[in-house]
């Protein structure tokens, strides 16, 4: 497996693990597709940080950083994405993606990394505390799709 920074040549891939989780799925409390166009301009925007996990020219999945809150009080925290294709969970595909990325973030003078998962997802919650993160707050009723409310929870880890 390689962990690498994503070009737009990933962007076909990414779509495809990306969009179906957004129409299909409550780990994203979006219902606003990924487009080609916003893709590109997020790569481009966040350069080697934002990464995709690939085999055998297959992309597995990717995580990426971006800012938590604006303002300069909020500088050195970001928050994070990590999304995988089904067939690449529970395979040690995210734990390297996120190893990858906190070494890119700590780089860059981050000092904290927020994850802000679905409280029906229950898997992503465990993945975070596996690898560090602690879980900071419950947010309840504020993410609504499929005509219902959904919990916030937000996790972080200090670099």
């Not at 916003?38 to 995580?63: M, S």
Request: overall charge neutral.
């Amino acid at each position: 497996m390689i962990i690498r920074p994503a070009t737009p040549g990933d962007i076909p891939a990414i779509l495809a693990i990306w969009n179906p989780l957004v129409r299909e799925t409550s780990v994203t409390f979006t219902t606003l597709e990924k487009t080609p166009d916003g893709l590109a301009a997020d790569i481009a925007a966040r350069g080697p940080a934002f990464l995709v996990a690939e085999t055998e020219d297959v992309v597995l999945g990717f995580a990426s950083y971006g800012a938590f809150r604006s303002g300069p009080g909020y500088a050195r925290t970001a928050e994070h994405t990590v999304i995988l294709d089904a067939a690449a969970r529970g395979r040690g595909v995210g734990r390297a993606l996120m190893a990858r990325l906190e070494d890119i973030a700590r780089d860059a003078g981050l000092h904290v990394l927020v994850a802000g998962v679905s409280g029906e997802n229950p898997g992503a919650i465990a993945f975070h505390k596996a690898i560090g993160f602690q879980e900071v707050a419950r947010m309840p009723e504020v993410g609504r799709k499929f005509g219902r409310w959904m919990d916030l929870v937000l996790l972080q880890k200090r670099l």
